[in-house]
């Protein structure tokens, strides 16, 4: 299966937008997770094939997974960052279980 690829990640200020983006190789159960330093790697959030989503406790509210299948994409729209967010975001495709490289987000004034 073809890796899924990251992009859009950066550094931001505190309350600051970003918005991540993964190319993904078909219409796939995906995923983001994220990894902080010194952290394990946790669920930020999902989205089904159908579109159906959901999303860690930590980020309800805040951000917004969403995929444009004729693209192959998947988005995570996060708002009101804060410095607690700061990590390396990974995508993965949940059908295959194929990760991708990760991005890195930092959330710093």
């Known amino acids: 299966q073809v890796q899924p690829v990251e992009s859009g990640g950066g550094l931001v200020q505190p309350g600051g937008s970003l918005r991540l983006s993964c190319a993904a190789s078909g219409v796939k159960n995906m995923a983001w997770y994220r990894q902080g330093p010194g952290k394990q790697r946790e669920l930020v959030a999902a989205?089904?094939?159908?579109?159906?989503?959901n999303y860690a406790d930590f980020v309800k509210g805040r951000f917004t997974i969403s995929r444009d299948n004729a693209k192959n994409r998947v988005y995570l729209q996060m708002n009101e960052l804060k410095p607690e967010d700061t990590a390396v975001y990974y995508c993965?495709?949940?059908?295959?279980?194929?990760w991708g490289q990760g991005t890195q987000v930092t959330v710093s004034s």
């Open positions: 989205i089904s094939t159908s579109g159906s989503t």
């Open positions: 993965l495709d949940r059908s295959y279980n194929v």
